[in-house]
């Protein structure tokens, strides 16, 4: 299960990856791209980028441009159903919401005839 920072880096590398065999990606960028609700660090990006590649997600060879750390990624089989997964995932939380919202109700409904027979 991947964690919040995970499943946001993933997002975007996913999104830079989607069309291509790879891609090259700086650690500024994946920092950029969660700026606004997340902020991180360089090492907290490559603790990211290396659970990504333990969990099967991507590929990763480490590179240097101008002296800049550059991250040349591609997705692994696990990655490109990356997008599946999360739509899977969306689906079972909202069955799950249904369902315990259908058994609320039936519980409700219980109740009020329980207390309709026995008038207490």
């Known amino acids: 299960?991947?964690?919040?920072?995970?499943k946001k880096a993933m997002d975007y590398i996913f999104e830079k990856c989607i069309d291509k065999q790879s891609?090259?990606?700086?650690?500024?960028?994946?920092?950029?791209s969660l700026a606004p609700k997340i902020t991180i660090t360089e090492e907290d990006v490559d603790k990211i980028i290396n659970n990504l590649m333990l969990d099967n997600y991507i590929d990763v060879v480490n590179s240097d441009k101008n002296g800049e750390l550059i991250y040349c990624v591609s997705l692994k089989t696990k990655g490109e159903g990356y997008l599946r997964e999360k739509q899977q995932r969306k689906k079972t939380t909202y069955l799950i919401l249904g369902r315990t919202v259908v058994l609320a109700i039936i519980s409700f409904?219980?109740?009020?005839?329980?207390?309709?027979?026995?008038k207490f």
């Open 1 to 6: 299960m991947l964690s919040r920072n995970e």
């Open 23 to 32: 891609t090259l990606i700086s650690p500024k960028e994946i920092i950029d």
């Open 109 to 118: 409904v219980v109740t009020l005839i329980l207390k309709a027979i026995f």
